[in-house]
């Protein structure tokens, strides 16, 4: 809905509305020029009858329509909508995300394991409301990437940003589950989650995935773990993003199925297997349909200012008019 807070300076459009009648242009039959061809700065090169009226009238309307707009913003004119303000915070859920030189390996289809993980991550950070959001990349080591946060947007553009071998070369599944469950700890969310994405097993770390499993399970977080990946030898080919070395080789071992459902069971959430894009992306809509999210909001009006545009366009109004009075129909000044 557009509304006015001054709309008084609206009546200015009255008498504006007299000078258009009024004016020679505004008369039915009137089809002259306004001018004498003294104001000609070539009397010689002065035009015929006939195209003069036709820059005459777009001079005219946008000298017009430059005027109006000058009213409306005077009027300050705005646009009021009703944005959704949630009545409590939803849940919060940290995606660890494995980003070891085997989430390179390139049987799931065209694309690797680690392109498919952040097609599905983005489009799960799209479907979200109203739940806190985080982020941790591991590898040889563990980093927050992305505190909790409902910037959808910022956390799609980190994720896009996380590559390959950042963490050096290794999995250290139990450092990053301690990792984001001591970040969850520090939220007033209710319910509170972890999604661990990995390929391989934990081979480095300073913190055991058993006691990472005991930290999860006594502050209640609930974690669900994805197995990416098919058994079998596969080809790895992957830039190192620090030297833009390319590294070649095979992944002869898969994710340790009985440590990820360990993870999952014992704290209360589920293991799935992910080897193809669909079953990737239907497991994370499976993942949103068990961590529920809080629905209950109030419509608050949001008040945007509606003038930026319109000093856009009386700018285009302004210089169309002197380039017609004073280049093509060259008017003295």
Known sequence: MITFEYP???????????FVLHSPLGKKNSMGLLWSFKIWKHKSDHPGPAWPIVFVWISYLSFLLMMVLLILILSKPQQILKER????????????LDVSPSMAARDMGSETRFQL??????RFIGSRENNM???????????????????????????????ILEHGDGTSIGTSLALAALHLKESPAKQKYVILITDGDNNS??????????????????TF??????????????????????????VRNAYN??????????????????ETLVTFESLFQIIDSQSPHERRFKLVP????????????????????????????????
């Not at 993980?117 to 983005?122: H, S, T, V």
């Open 85 to 96: 303000s949630y009545l409590t915070d939803g849940s919060a859920i940290i995606i660890v």
């Open 205 to 222: 770390g300073e913190i055991h995935p058993d006691a990472s499993i005991e930290i999860l399970r006594s502050l209640g977080i609930k």
């Open 8 to 18: 008084l300076w609206l009546f200015l459009l009255i008498p504006l509305f007299w």
């Open 302 to 333: 949001v008040v945007k200012e509606q003038t930026d545009l319109l000093f856009s366009i009386i700018l285009i109004c302004f210089a169309v008019h002197l380039f017609v009075r004073f280049i093509i129909l060259r008017e003295a000044l």
């Open 257 to 274: 199925e009985e440590l990820l459902q360990r993870i999952a069971y014992q704290t209360g959430g589920q293991f799935f297997r992910a």
């Open 117 to 122: 993980a952040q097609e599905a991550i983005n």
């Open 225 to 250: 773990v994805i197995g990416v990946g098919r058994q079998g030898n596969n080809n790895v080919v992957v830039e190192n993003p620090y030297t833009k070395e390319v590294l070649q080789g095979f």
């Open 133 to 163: 959001l985080g982020l941790v990349s591991f590898g040889k080591e563990a980093a927050i990437r992305s505190p909790l946060t409902k910037d959808y947007r910022f956390l799609e553009n980190t994720v896009n940003q996380t590559k």
